[in-house]
């Protein structure tokens, strides 16, 4: 039972069976494509994103570079000769009121001239550092400018770039990008033009984000210092880009990846996104195509049990005939076969039809081999009666006796007698069991009729141990046994010991010191029953024995045969003690 169950845990149902091997023929495949799917999306949307990055950041920093160079060349007008040059120094140079009026005049002329023809600067001034002061301003200037307040960008010879920052404009407060040049004049080596960029062109810049507002933007300086965060929560103004490295143009850092384009000036512009935005459309595609592998796992399972169902109703079928094949024979009548065979698959309403005519093939041969069985039990008790009649024959024998009783022949009247007591054993117990003591008085009784048959002398020696008498036995063991020994195994001068002993079974031995066996003779009596030639016969009362312990006692008993040529043979018999008749099924 143990090892039924542990078969039953490790079999697999077909059900399960069947649910596996399609939800694996209809799934895999589809797993494997997304897997190839994943990756080739993967590849070409990680592809289009830093291809669209690096697009981006390069239109800023081209832009970027742009406005800078407009930036110089406004710079070096203001500020390196030609006609504002001259008239700022002369202005610095005369204390004349009038003349100073009409060169300021100059001055703010050529300035408006300037910032016409260049529509994309905004405010522009002169700073005199000295003194912290400011003139020929072109918007109004917020209070307390300084240029020391401005994130610096960029610093070249004579020239500082700054920003993005917040516009000195009071009105403005968009992001701009400035420059501060030191104007060349022998009479004071404090003045600067600052000039700033139109703050629209440099806000467009800004916002040109592929990520929305997840993005950041930073801009770094030539050493990699960041002079403009969108987000200083997580890189602050004035500290340092974790990579400096001119080569690196991305990585990650924090929960963010990062893009860098860097100037032909030495500065760089970075483009910083969120890892969830970079994802988020590898993340809308994983959501859809798992949507549609759940899509496909259901109609894979559902698929499967209708599967299931069409196997399972003809499997049950099948079963309530099996159960039908151990019932009566009218559970087959041929209405009940045309009744069950109705699957709607034709393949199993087929193997049902062979089914029905395999059980009526099987029924009529249980009717055939009934009929036959009856018949040779009434042959065989038909021939018995006619071969036996032992009431006959003991009552002829005892008949026998009394009238050699009354002539005087003993002998004949002791010959008789065992014969008579023999036969009533062997054939008046037909059926019923016996005890060692009925067994051995019947050998005893088989050896005086041999003792008169015979005329050599031969020593039967028996030894039974006194708790053992009782014991039951089958009938007619011992004397096939003694039969083989006195046959086939004495000499004129031999003995045979019989000895019966009681230990954890009974145990039985005959040995007898004859002519003996060799190994092969013995293993062909165990197995046929057959001897050599010379010996024929020697078998049968040995092949009876065997056959009745392995009918009587299964495994249980044991026959074993000893033997060596010249020395004689020895036969074991054990058996069980609790034998109570009948054969083991």
């Known amino acids: 039972m143990i090892k039924r169950k542990k078969a039953s845990h490790r079999s697999m149902t077909l059900k399960r069976r069947i649910m596996i091997i399609f939800l694996s023929s209809s799934f895999v ?41 407009n930036l110089n060349h406004v710079s070096q007008q203001l500020a390196i000769g030609g006609s504002v040059g001259n008239n700022l120094d002369l202005l610095l140079s005369t204390n004349q009121p009038f003349q100073k009026s009409v060169i300021r005049d100059d001055i703010k002329r050529d300035l408006n001239l300037s910032l016409f023809a ?24 917020k209070d307390h400018f300084s240029p020391k307040k401005l994130p610096l960008l960029a610093q070249y010879y004579m020239i500082d770039y700054y920003g993005p920052h917040i516009s000195e404009s009071r009105f403005d407060n968009q992001y701009v990008l400035s420059a501060l040049r030191k104007v060349n004049l022998p009479e004071r080596d404090d003045v600067y033009v600052y000039i700033e960029s139109g703050f629209q062109l440099t806000q467009s810049i800004l916002d040109n984000a592929q990520f929305g507002s997840g993005g950041i933007h930073l801009f770094l300086d030539n050493n990699g210092r960041i002079a403009y965060s969108d987000n200083q929560d997580v890189f602050k103004i004035d500290s340092y880009f974790p990579e ?6 991305s990585g990650t850092f924090k929960g963010y990846y990062w893009f860098r384009e860097v100037s032909n000036q030495g500065w760089s512009v970075v483009s910083v996104i969120p890892k969830a935005d970079y994802n988020r459309e590898i993340n809308r595609w994983l959501k859809e195509i798992s949507l549609i592998a759940l899509f496909f796992l259901v109609v894979s399972f559902v698929l499967a049990w209708l599967l299931w169902k069409m196997v399972y109703k003809p499997l049950t079928k099948f079963n309530g005939e099996m159960k039908r094949l151990t019932q009566s024979e009218a559970q ?45 039990v009434d042959l ?77 002398h031969f020593d039967v020696r028996i030894h039974v141990d006194e708790e053992v008498l009782q014991l039951k036995v089958p009938r007619f063991i011992l004397q096939p046994l003694v039969e083989n020994a006195l046959y086939h195994g004495l000499r004129d001068d031999g003995c045979i010991q019989v000895d019966v002993r009681l230990e954890e079974r009974i145990e039985i031995s005959i040995r007898d010191n004859g002519a003996g066996m060799t190994e092969e003779a013995v293993r062909k009596l165990l197995d046929s029953g057959q001897v050599e030639h010379e010996r024929v ?42 034998y109570e008749g009948g054969i083991r099924g």
């Open 380 to 456: 065989e008790v038909e021939k018995l009666l006619y071969q036996i009649n032992p009431h006959f024959l003991m009552n002829t024998l005892d008949t026998v006796h009394w009238l050699a009783v009354m002539n005087g022949q003993d002998e004949i009247d002791r010959l008789v007698s065992s014969l008579n007591k023999l036969l009533h054993y062997n054939l008046g117990k037909l059926g019923q069991v016996s005890t060692i003591r009925e067994e051995i008085g019947a050998l005893q009784e088989y050896l005086a009729l041999q003792q008169v048959r015979y005329d050599f």
């Open 29 to 69: 495949p589809f797993v494997c494509i997304a897997l190839i799917s994943y990756y080739a999306i993967y590849s070409i949307l990680t592809n289009k994103i830093h291809a669209g990055i690096q697009s981006n950041l390069r239109q800023v920093e081209l832009s970027l570079e742009g406005s800078i160079n």
């Open 537 to 578: 016969g020697m078998g049968i009362g040995m092949n009876y024995v065997k056959r009745m312990i392995d009918a009587q006692y299964g495994s249980r008993a044991e026959l074993v045969i000893e033997s060596a040529v010249g020395q004689g043979t020895t036969v074991f018999l054990r058996l069980p003690t609790d």
């Open 118 to 141: 260049n529509p994309n600067i905004g405010l522009t001034m002169y700073y005199f550092a000295d003194d912290g002061t400011y003139d020929f301003e072109s918007l109004p200037v």
């Open 244 to 249: 400096t490295a001119e080569n690196v143009h």
């Open 332 to 376: 087959f009548a041929p209405a009940a076969v045309i009744q069950t065979a109705a699957t709607r698959i034709p393949e199993f309403d087929y193997l049902l039809y062979q089914f029905h005519e395999m059980k009526k093939q099987i029924w009529n041969l249980f009717r055939e081999v009934e009929q036959k069985e009856k018949r040779r």
